[in-house]
Every structure is written in structure tokens, then in C-alpha cells.
């Protein structure tokens, strides 16, 4: 007999001391059996799972967080990935996700940008906002939301102290592959942008 799981549960008989061979089905309940223990491994998944149905894949892949390990700077208004936060995503799955930074830029003034174009995932159906305008004296916010990845969110005036920058976003994978921000100066004359360690980017799949 065929094992009903994953969608329902088997009732497979239990042998008990005085059955015998020929008194029982008994090659049913190897069957059902075997067929059980294969439904329930496929449903698990080996480790480092790519299958998008089992849990090995839904606990380390459905929810992906990445931190950045080390202070990086960038004295340029060329992007630099943040190079720690890469996470690879599959295609045609939906994400949401969070990038949560804490940078400065020595020089206020020079601001600064930060876009999601690192990767080499090609998406559709990008929206990305800032959440809210940070906390800082004289903090003011540029380009607040984008539907590309290379299309950068700024901040026109940043802080020399440390200020958190939260950003919300969604997308459709198309092509998988990884989803890596970057960070920039929005403008550059002098100075340098940090970002600090411990800022962190998060994923999961939308229940969508």
C-alpha cells in the first residue's frame, strides 16, 4: 500500500509477537513503510537543500539574514558591495526583506546612497522605501523609494555620528543567483562613508 504522507498520515499495522508470516500482509507493511520513510526524507531535505518545499530549505533558506562583519568606507560615489550581506535567492520565489545600516559620512554634506545591485540575481517587481527618516540633527532623506535595483535611495545629507537607515523591500527572483547591497557618498568632494559592523540585511520568502 501506497504511504498517504505528506498530505495524510498512515495507519500501518503493528506486528505483535504471535503473528506470523502468513498471517499477515506482511510485505504491505514493508511497502507502506519504506514508502513513509522516503516521503518524510524528501519532505525534511538533505542538508543545504534547494527545494523550496522542504524544511531544510524553509529554516535555512525561506529566512536569510546576513551582518556585515567589518567597518567598510567608501570615499567615492561609486557603489561597493556590502559584500557580507550576500544571500542567494532562487528563481521565481517572492521576498521581503529588510536592510538595517548604521553609517556616517565624515563630511555631512556628501550624503549618502545606498541601491541593491551587487548580486547577480536578475528580479522584477522591486519596491524599496526607506521606513522612516532617521534620527540625526540636519538628516535629510533624497530619493525615498525605487523600483530598480540599481536606482539608489540617498540620504542628500548625512550625519558624522552614526544614524540607523532601515529600508524595506519585496521582489520576484526571475534569474537566481545572489542579492547583494552596495553603498556609495551620494556626492563626493572630500570625506569617506561607513557603514558600520553589525549592520544587517534580512530575507524571507512572502507567504504570497
Request: with cysteine.
Amino acid at each position: 500500500m501506497a504511504t498517504n504522507f505528506p498530505t495524510g498520515l498512515d495507519s500501518i499495522y503493528d506486528p505483535v509477537i504471535t503473528d506470523t508470516l502468513s498471517s499477515m500482509n506482511h510485505h504491505v507493511i514493508h511497502t507502506t513503510a519504506n514508502d513513509a520513510i522516503a516521503a518524510l526524507e524528501a519532505k525534511v531535505g538533505i542538508n543545504g537543500s534547494l527545494v523550496a518545499t522542504s524544511l531544510d530549505w524553509l529554516v535555512n533558506s525561506g529566512r536569510l539574514r546576513a551582518r556585515n562583519t567589518i567597518d567598510r568606507t567608501n570615499a567615492t560615489v561609486t557603489m561597493a558591495n556590502l559584500a557580507d550581506m550576500s544571500v542567494a535567492v532562487l528563481a521565481g520565489e517572492e521576498y521581503t526583506g529588510r536592510l538595517v545600516v548604521y553609517a556616517n559620512d565624515s563630511v555631512a554634506a556628501e550624503g549618502l546612497a545606498f541601491d541593491f545591485a551587487g548580486g547577480t540575481c536578475s528580479i522584477t517587481s522591486f519596491e524599496a522605501a526607506f521606513a522612516a527618516t532617521p534620527p540625526g540633527s540636519g538628516l535629510a532623506l533624497g530619493t525615498l523609494t525605487s523600483t530598480a535595483l540599481a536606482t539608489a535611495l540617498t540620504a542628500t545629507t548625512a550625519t558624522t555620528g552614526d544614524a540607523c537607515y532601515v529600508i524595506e523591500f519585496s521582489f520576484v527572483v526571475n534569474v537566481p543567483g545572489t542579492f547583494i547591497p552596495r553603498f556609495a557618498q551620494a556626492s563626493h568632494t572630500t570625506g569617506a562613508a561607513t557603514v558600520r559592523l553589525g549592520s544587517y540585511l534580512w530575507l524571507e520568502l512572502s507567504p504570497n
